[in-house]
């Protein structure tokens, strides 16, 4: 999840902050100037421009993000307009509205060194951006008028080329990975599919005939109810029975890797999970544990929006935070959703548990 203060950048880890960082980009009433820098695609996966040093320059005014090459570079392309777009280890500014954001500037760099000796000018896109001034190339020279015009054209056009280049060169280490991951685990795959097949071979002999699929397939343990009598605040039952779903639902062998991190809990989240029965509870328990270990399976998590339109403005906090709305339940009348805020530095923050068209954030 992105971590940040004023004068660090924020890494783009997961889905979620993708969309997070989307939705506040595209936020009319966003009040900062926003650079993004984009990893390269390869081996390093480290950014050409020093993120810290340009946080720090620019942190009474600026956001700085950093999102990797890959698999989240792609969904954030998926999510916003052509001209917003940013990958192969270039940088782009975002001017705040009512500025347009196409108008901030796209700066390449091809290596850390060259990102070093542009670092200067993509800290003065960002300041340019804050005081309204905007460019569409970025040469510093005195030139005539036309000299300028031909520039532009030029530069444009080495942006296009260099922008398709890189989602090649994405594309085909891609495609190389791909396929070395399906020749490294072929053996293993097709050695499970042997393994799983004498097992049901032999189950199917011990009982004569009929599977035994009920007696091998893993459980998940039953949960305890909230135990909202002992405890004098709500809150504090939720945040165990939380913690006892996280024991149950969580293998022990992926504890490590799926732990409950720190979390908050909003002023009418009790209130609202304690009015549905126990069983609804425990559901929104399990959902809630998902969401918060980033286990989302299918989930469905999307954003709660200020309208029914799909292209509706999502609904925001003064804070900064985004309303995120998860399944509870699905194929059922009145189905459950878990509503929780996003926040600007990544933790979340449970706020009810509505059915379907209550969009109470």
């Given at each position: 999840?992105?971590?940040?203060?004023?004068?660090?950048?924020?890494?783009?880890?997961?889905?979620?902050?993708?969309?997070?960082?989307a939705?506040a980009?595209?936020?009319p009433?966003?009040?900062?100037?926003?650079v993004?820098?984009s990893?390269?695609?390869?081996?390093?996966?480290?950014?050409?421009f020093?993120?810290?040093?340009?946080?720090?320059?620019?942190a009474?005014f600026a956001d700085?993000?950093?999102?990797?090459?890959?698999?989240?570079?792609?969904?954030?392309?998926?999510?916003v307009?052509?001209?917003?777009r940013?990958?192969?280890?270039?940088?782009?500014?975002?001017?705040a509205?009512?500025?347009?954001?196409?108008?901030?500037?796209l700066v390449?760099?091809?290596d850390?060194?060259?990102?070093?000796?542009?670092?200067p000018?993509?800290?003065q896109?960002?300041?340019?951006?804050r005081d309204?001034?905007?460019r569409?190339?970025?040469?510093?020279?005195?030139?005539?008028?036309?000299?300028?015009?031909?520039?532009?054209?030029?530069?444009e056009?080495t942006?296009?080329?260099?922008?398709?280049?890189?989602?090649r060169?994405?594309n085909?280490?891609?495609?190389?990975?791909?396929?070395?991951?399906?020749?490294e685990?072929?053996g293993?795959?097709?050695?499970?599919?042997?393994?799983?097949?004498?097992?049901?071979?032999?189950?199917?002999a011990?009982?004569?005939?009929?599977?035994?699929?009920?007696n091998?397939?893993?459980?998940?343990?039953?949960a305890?109810?909230?135990?909202?009598?002992a405890f004098?605040?709500?809150?504090?039952?939720?945040?165990?029975?939380?913690y006892?779903?996280w024991?149950n639902?969580?293998?022990?062998?992926?504890k490590?890797?799926?732990?409950?991190?720190?979390?908050?809990?909003?002023?009418?989240?009790?209130?609202?999970?304690?009015?549905h029965?126990?069983a609804?509870?425990?559901?929104?328990?399990r959902?809630?544990?998902d969401v918060l270990t980033?286990?989302l399976?299918t989930?469905?998590?999307?954003?709660?929006?200020?309208?029914?339109?799909?292209?509706?403005?999502?609904?925001?906090?003064?804070?900064?935070a985004?309303?995120?709305?998860?399944?509870v339940e699905?194929?059922?009348?009145?189905?459950?959703?878990l509503?929780?805020?996003?926040?600007?530095?990544g933790?979340?923050?449970?706020?009810?548990?509505?059915?379907?068209?209550?969009?109470?954030?």
């Amino acid at each position: 999840m992105m971590t940040t203060s004023p004068a660090e950048p924020c890494i783009v880890r997961d889905e979620l902050d993708v969309r997070a960082l989307a939705y506040a980009l595209t936020n009319p009433q966003r009040g900062r100037v926003f650079v993004l820098i984009s990893t390269p695609s390869n081996e390093h996966n480290q950014p050409h421009f020093n993120a810290a040093h340009i946080a720090a320059a620019v942190a009474e005014f600026a956001d700085v993000y950093v999102i990797p090459a890959g698999a989240l570079s792609f969904q954030f392309t998926d999510l916003v307009p052509d001209n917003l777009r940013v990958y192969g280890g270039a940088a782009r500014v975002y001017p705040a509205p009512p500025l347009p954001m196409h108008a901030g500037r796209l700066v390449l760099a091809y290596d850390q060194e060259e990102g070093e000796r542009r670092l200067p000018g993509l800290i003065q896109a960002a300041i340019e951006a804050r005081d309204g001034v905007t460019r569409t190339h970025y040469s510093y020279s005195t030139q005539t008028a036309s000299a300028r015009t031909e520039a532009h054209h030029a530069t444009e056009s080495t942006v296009a080329t260099t922008e398709l280049e890189a989602l090649r060169q994405s594309n085909e280490t891609l495609r190389s990975r791909l396929e070395q991951m399906r020749r490294e685990h072929a053996g293993e795959i097709r050695s499970e599919i042997q393994t799983s097949n004498d097992l049901r071979a032999k189950l199917a002999a011990r009982g004569n005939g009929k599977t035994a699929r009920k007696n091998v397939t893993p459980t998940e343990p039953p949960a305890a109810e909230v135990p909202w009598d002992a405890f004098l605040d709500p809150g504090e039952a939720v945040r165990f029975a939380l913690y006892a779903a996280w024991v149950n639902r969580v293998p022990a062998q992926d504890k490590a890797e799926f732990p409950l991190p720190a979390f908050g809990i909003g002023h009418d989240f009790a209130e609202s999970l304690r009015s549905h029965d126990p069983a609804v509870q425990q559901k929104a328990l399990r959902c809630a544990v998902d969401v918060l270990t980033g286990r989302l399976g299918t989930r469905g998590i999307h954003p709660l929006r200020t309208g029914r339109g799909g292209n509706d403005l999502p609904v925001m906090r003064d804070d900064g935070a985004v309303c995120m709305r998860a399944y509870v339940e699905k194929n059922t009348a009145s189905a459950r959703r878990l509503h929780f805020w996003k926040l600007p530095d990544g933790s979340l923050e449970l706020s009810r548990v509505n059915v379907h068209d209550d969009v109470t954030p």
